[in-house]
């Protein structure tokens, strides 16, 4: 079998794509119905809920343990990695974001947008730093639980 071949029949490699792929989609039908805003973007941005990585990472280590099984070393990494990255999102992540959000502030009201353009940058507008990148606990707790439910139910 070619890597290819075995890429693409890997079910483990398809339950997690698929639950990241739901979690993504699941905030364009939240944006929609909740803010009434649609935007197909959503699809590759981070931040929001749920939590894409927490579901990818939840549904690959619930497949990996009933696959291999729960006792197995290739299940403890899982495991641990996805706890490494839902911790990531919820904390070192969201205070990324909560600091770009505080810099964007100052910039804004310091009217400091000018001193880091150069020439070629004057007729652009100010550049914003992306607030949006981490998550709140119950957005990495939904992505988690989604995670779990798609490698179960699949």
């Not at 290739?74 to 969201?94: E, K, N, Q, S």
């Not at 507008?125 to 995670?147: D, N, Q, S, W």
Request: aromatic share 10%; proline share 2%; net charge neutral.
């Amino acid at each position: 079998m070619s890597v290819i071949e075995g890429t693409l029949s890997n079910n483990i490699l398809f339950v997690s794509m698929l639950a990241w792929f739901l979690a993504q989609g699941g905030k364009i039908l939240l944006a929609f119905f909740l803010g009434r805003k649609f935007s197909l973007r959503m699809l590759i941005e981070s931040g929001g809920f749920p939590s894409s990585h927490s579901a990818l990472v939840s549904s690959l280590a619930i497949q990996v343990g009933q696959v291999v099984g729960w006792e197995t070393p290739i299940f403890a990494v899982c495991l641990i990695f996805a706890f490494i990255v839902m911790y990531d999102a919820a904390g070192v992540r969201r205070a990324a974001g909560e600091h770009a959000y505080l810099i964007n502030e100052i910039i804004d009201r310091l009217d400091l947008s000018g001193i880091h353009k150069n020439t070629k940058d004057v007729e652009d507008e100010k550049k914003r730093l992306k607030e949006l990148i981490g998550h709140t606990p119950f957005e990495v707790f939904g992505g988690a639980v989604l995670g779990v439910v798609v490698a179960i139910l699949l």
